[in-house]
């Protein structure tokens, strides 16, 4: 390794560590020392990387105010050093920092709300997909229904919530003040897509994401149905399945339908 080089991994170690043995090789100048010199580096180093957490997490930011999402922001960097070149990936693990630091796990609205912001994310840079329309599904007949089997679109996301993040989100989208943060009975079911260029996402019952989530993994339709019958009315069961079907279809959450023939 160079002189050269071997200055600038200390550098940058210093920075990212802590590490003061760069400051040998620092010169005082006229009017600072060196440390202080140097502490603009470190500084600026974790700013910027706050400020990019901003920027993902606009309405967390707006949640918590300034000197709160600073403080917290800092010790993610602390905690969490950036491991790719790209911004935007810095903050993809945000929800399970929250989930498990203190303070932070101890307002799980938090990480909820950090979590659905970042599928967001996700779906808004997620790959194009092409998007399955009601015209492709009328080519099937009545007796290949069972067989379907349906590919979510790319941006396509779902999770859970244990807290009432959905609604805190929404208020503080409309520059409402948001509810007082509580604990659900039971978690909330968010189906996350992009339509169009357009971020979106829904509450589901709890029968509709455990369609959504075995259709995702590639159980066909019949059996879906069959899997419905045990939630409510089975004589129903196959209604209800095409219902939550044409709903996923016509919100351009679905890119393509097969059956096991074609496979």
């Not at 290949?144 to 009432?164: E, G, I, K, V, Y």
């Not at 609604?167 to 189906?191: G, Q, S, Y």
């Not at 019949?222 to 939550?244: F, H, I, Q, S, W």
């Amino acid at each position: 390794m160079s002189d050269f080089a071997r200055q600038q991994a200390d550098f940058q170690r210093g920075i990212l560590t802590g590490d003061d043995t760069v400051l040998a090789e620092i010169l005082d100048s006229p009017r600072e020392k060196r440390e202080t010199l140097y502490g603009v580096y470190r500084y600026a180093y974790g700013s910027r990387l706050v400020e990019a957490l901003r920027n993902d997490h606009e309405l967390l930011h707006s949640y918590l105010g300034d000197e709160t999402f600073d403080e917290m922001g800092h010790a993610y960097v602390k905690a969490r050093p950036s491991e790719h070149p790209n911004l935007r990936w810095f903050s993809q693990g945000l929800p399970e920092f929250l989930r498990s630091a203190e303070p932070y796990c101890n307002h799980p609205v938090l990480a909820d709300l950090a979590a659905l912001e970042k599928a967001l994310n996700d779906a808004f840079d997620a790959a194009e997909g092409e998007l399955l329309d009601l015209t492709a599904m009328a080519a099937f007949a009545p007796e290949q229904w069972n067989d379907l089997t349906f590919r979510p679109h790319p941006s396509a996301a779902r999770l859970d919530l244990s807290t009432n993040a959905s609604a805190v989100w929404m208020a503080l989208k409309n520059n409402e003040t948001p509810p007082d943060a509580a604990t659900l009975e039971e978690p909330a079911r968010i189906l996350v897509w992009r339509q169009d260029t357009t971020p979106m996402f829904r509450e589901l019952p709890a029968e509709e994401a455990m369609m959504w989530d075995e259709a995702a993994n590639g159980i066909p339709f019949g059996v879906l149905c069959e899997m419905l019958a045990t939630y409510d009315d089975p004589d129903g069961a196959a209604a209800r399945g095409a219902g939550y079907l044409h709903g996923w279809i016509t919100s351009a959450t679905l890119t393509a339908v097969s059956t096991s023939v074609l496979r």
